[in-house]
């Protein structure tokens, strides 16, 4: 069973996320059997159950059933963007094995896919309009993000604002619509349920941030992928563009390296130690700390308890993890 690092007395219930995710990937065709389980037991964070069934149960939910049937639906969706992201971006490895579609092929890869966005909304489709609703304003805003962050790659006029907004849609409205699911089918009010939702924004985009962090300083064997990996896919992140602002000479080498399709591991390791030298790693770092103040300022409504605590503690995580 694959369960979450990171333990905010959930435990069982992520277990039982799990367990509904490989019943709901089995298949009368064994490859979308064995390739949505390739991704869903490659582990991960489980951030958008978690956060999901957290905010269910720190607005008093307890029927365990409902909540895994959702949270295993958010999971899913994730699943499924993870393999088109790795087409889209060409990406070889993914917590540190190989990518869906590097070992079960192109084709197979795009129809799994497809395949967990089917069993998502299986899953949720059971459940009433304003689920619905909010779990598809997620998927929407998801695609895109994806064309967004598309529309730049390897062109040198992306923005910080730009940039914000490819995090909060890729990013973070799927972890926004989970926490507002939660709360909504815990019976929250409309301002919980709102105040909920600015957490789980506020908290996405941090979580992206800490991400593009990582991508620069993160142990490969950790992360799973080489440093400097968004520069090599033509990707300008906020470190990079933070970066880019501090010297001349920095932002020619980065911008040479995200114009080519295929520059050196050389070249962009070199970009990648400008990148950390410059110190734009501080300041997103203190980017990240400001979402995450923010999202800790949208839980004022809630009870305190342990379940509260533990979104409190999800923040804290998020900024001081290092894979």
């Known amino acids: 069973m694959t369960t979450s690092p990171w333990d905010f007395g959930i435990q069982k219930e992520l277990g039982l996320v799990d367990e509904k995710l490989r019943e709901m990937v089995k298949?009368?065709?064994?490859?979308?059997?064995?390739?949505?389980?390739?991704?869903?037991?490659?582990?991960?964070?489980?951030?958008?159950?978690?956060?999901?069934?957290?905010?269910?149960?720190?607005l008093g939910g307890r029927d365990v059933g409902k909540i895994v049937d959702i949270a295993a639906g958010f999971e899913l969706i994730h699943s499924a963007t993870l393999i088109h992201?790795?087409?889209?971006?060409?990406?070889?490895?993914?917590r540190g094995r190989m990518t869906v579609y590097k070992k079960f092929g192109l084709h197979d890869a795009i129809v799994t896919g497809d395949?967990?966005?089917?069993?998502?909304?299986?899953?949720?489709?059971?459940?009433?309009?304003?689920?619905?609703?909010?779990?598809?304003?997620?998927?929407?805003?998801?695609?895109?993000?994806?064309?967004?962050?598309?529309?730049?790659r390897h062109k040198k006029d992306l923005t910080i604002d730009t940039y914000l907004q490819v995090a909060e849609r890729k990013t973070a409205q799927p972890i926004?619509?989970?926490?507002m699911v939660g709360?909504?089918?815990?019976?929250?009010?409309?301002?919980?349920?709102?105040?909920?939702?600015?957490y789980g924004?506020?908290?996405?985009?941090?979580?992206?941030?800490?991400?593009?962090?990582?991508?620069?300083?993160?142990?490969?064997?950790?992360?799973?992928?080489?440093?400097?990996?968004?520069?090599?896919?033509?990707?300008?992140?906020?470190?990079?563009l933070l970066a880019i602002k501090s010297s001349d000479d920095a932002k020619?080498?980065?911008?040479?390296?995200?114009?080519?399709?295929?520059?050196?591991?050389?070249s962009v390791k070199e970009c990648a130690k400008m990148v950390v030298k410059s110190g734009a790693?501080?300041?997103?770092r203190g980017m990240g700390e400001y979402y995450g103040m923010e999202a800790l300022g949208h839980l004022g409504c809630l009870s305190d308890t342990s379940y509260s605590k533990a979104l409190r503690d999800v923040v804290a995580k998020v900024l001081e993890r290092d894979s």
């Open 27 to 58: 298949s009368q065709e064994q490859v979308l059997t064995d390739a949505s389980l390739h991704v869903i037991e490659a582990g991960g964070k489980r951030l958008r159950p978690t956060v999901t069934i957290l905010a269910y149960k720190a």
């Open 85 to 94: 992201d790795d087409i889209n971006d060409g990406g070889s490895t993914r």
């Open 115 to 152: 395949f967990l966005f089917a069993k998502a909304f299986q899953l949720g489709g059971t459940f009433d309009k304003t689920v619905v609703d909010t779990t598809s304003d997620a998927c929407a805003a998801l695609a895109e993000g994806e064309i967004l962050q598309n529309r730049y």
């Open 176 to 179: 926004k619509a989970g926490a």
């Open 183 to 198: 709360g909504y089918l815990a019976g929250g009010s409309s301002e919980e349920v709102a105040s909920l939702g600015k």
């Open 201 to 240: 924004l506020d908290l996405g985009i941090a979580f992206q941030i800490v991400d593009d962090i990582l991508d620069f300083t993160g142990d490969e064997k950790k992360t799973g992928k080489m440093v400097g990996n968004d520069l090599k896919e033509g990707n300008l992140t906020l470190p990079s």
């Open 252 to 266: 020619k080498a980065i911008l040479a390296v995200i114009s080519q399709e295929d520059p050196s591991v050389e």
């Open 281 to 284: 790693i501080e300041k997103a």
